[in-house]
């Protein structure tokens, strides 16, 4: 029986979202679980949509975070389809796009990200997609499956991590594929070059091919087709669709049109490691949120699926009044034709001084180690497995490590972390 005196309003039915509504109920919270989205979709995780959704092998059911009977059965109100347009602090309310207003006595804002727009002419032809939703997928895997039967060309803007996936899964279908980044190597601006330019020889040995340093400046095309696309360096490539794949932007214009605290060079809500924001009954988790200070410096926005699915049920505990000190070490998979990864810890070019690697690089089967001061600030492990927990380990410790020992097989990462027997 639900209890009316006390209402949690989540706003963003995602990952973050619904696992803040699930670990509320866990936790025994018997008051109103109001959870709004503006999607129509239930609540899914979004990773499937650049790999085995996209591919083709994933079934559509199996993105869904819970059965749709899930959410009545645990007594969460869901809005569907349904826009969350103002936040009123004073008031205590949410605005729902209808006009409806909603009381809340805690506020969970998990409104996530979207994805940055190109700013060329030619944006607006049919056949330029984004990747966030799974409208984005269903409608990206038809013109895929039509690219590869009539040898069509797709290109790509950006090597991040989904431009790379979707490279990958339009070659499974047989499209041709040119990615264009600026920066001189795939996944730059994550792995720096020494990393990155593994992942260049990879996709190139599928049959992609990438034009680095140069930015696109123009797609053209005629009867709503794209025809081609111009980059700011003068060449042209041909194209029928074009993905632009060059990151995401926070979902924070609610929470910055309400007067909270923004974090300085991410755009994210501001939170405090018990996830609260600058209102103590607003709380951000999530892709939007943006921890002030972690064990690793910040302020730090993660935009990964173990962060949406860890810091909702975190955000919901800490609305409960637990104690909270959301730490993890921030984490990553994708995968990529045969190439499984896994990716700890937060080392951006400048911040690491050297890379080790310990097993076989050319057979694309080892961990590569981003290192400062002999201290290791992430680890990335490729067709590796079951070491994450040892690689997170050792970014905690802090502890300063030989290069020798760390490039060794035989020497257990275990102690190296300061935990072996
Ligand atoms: C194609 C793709 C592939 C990915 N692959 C990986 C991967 O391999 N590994 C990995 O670690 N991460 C991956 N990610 C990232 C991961 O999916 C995200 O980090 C995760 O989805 C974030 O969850 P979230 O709940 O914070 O936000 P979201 O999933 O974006 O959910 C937020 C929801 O809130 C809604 N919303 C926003 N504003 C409002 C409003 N005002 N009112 C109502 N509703 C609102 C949004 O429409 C959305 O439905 C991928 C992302 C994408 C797009």
Not at 224 to 253: F, N
Request: glycine fraction near 12%; hydrophobic fraction near 40%.
């Amino acid at each position: 029986m639900v209890d009316a005196h006390r209402t949690f309003v989540i706003v963003g039915g995602g990952l973050a979202g619904s696992k803040a509504a699930e670990a509320l109920r866990a936790e025994g919270f018997t008051g109103r679980v109001i959870l709004i989205g503006d999607e129509r979709d239930h609540p899914y995780e979004r990773p499937p949509l650049s790999k085995g959704y996209l591919a083709g092998s994933d079934e559509r059911e199996s993105v869904f975070v819970h059965e749709p009977a899930w959410y009545a059965g645990a007594d969460i109100e869901l809005h569907l389809g349904q826009t969350v347009v103002r936040l009123d602090r004073a008031g205590k309310s949410v605005e729902l796009g209808d006009g409806t207003r909603l009381h809340y006595d805690k506020l969970l804002l998990a409104t996530g990200a979207e994805p940055r727009r190109l700013d060329i002419p030619g944006t607006s032809l049919a056949s330029v997609h984004h990747l966030r939703r799974l409208a984005h997928a269903d409608r990206l895997r038809g013109r895929l499956t039509a690219l590869g039967q009539e040898n069509g060309h797709l290109v790509i803007a950006g090597a991040g991590w989904i431009g790379l996936e979707v490279a990958a899964a339009a070659r499974e279908y047989g499209a041709e594929v040119t990615v264009v980044e600026a920066e001189p190597a795939p996944l730059h601006s994550v792995l720096g070059p020494e990393m990155g330019m593994l992942f260049a020889d990879l996709h190139r040995e599928h049959g992609v091919r990438f034009h680095f340093g140069a930015r696109l400046s123009e797609i053209t095309g005629a009867d709503g087709m794209v025809q081609s696309v111009r980059t700011d360096d003068g060449d042209e490539h041909p194209a029928h669709d074009v993905l632009a794949a060059i990151g995401a932007a926070p979902r924070s214009a609610l929470a910055e049109a309400a007067g909270l605290d923004l974090a300085e060079g991410t755009g994210g809500v501001a939170v405090d490691s018990a996830l609260r924001t600058s209102d103590p009954d607003v709380y951000a988790a999530g892709d939007v949120a943006a921890l002030r200070e972690t064990p690793w410096g910040g302020p730090l926005r993660v935009e990964h699926w173990a962060n949406a699915l860890n810091s909702g049920p975190a955000a919901a505990r800490s609305m409960l009044g637990r104690d909270v000190v959301y730490d993890r070490v921030p984490y990553f998979f994708s995968d990529q034709y045969d190439v499984g990864l896994e990716y700890s810890g937060w080392a951006p070019p400048g911040s690491y001084d050297q890379v080790v690697c310990r097993g076989d690089v050319a057979k694309r089967e080892f961990i590569a180690f981003w290192l400062r001061d002999n201290r290791v600030l992430a680890g990335l492990n490729v067709n590796v497995w079951d070491v994450t927990g040892a690689v997170q380990d050792l970014i905690r410790s802090g502890r300063p490590v030989g290069r020798d020992a760390l490039a060794d097989p035989d020497v257990p990462l275990a102690d190296l972390a300061g935990g072996g027997n």
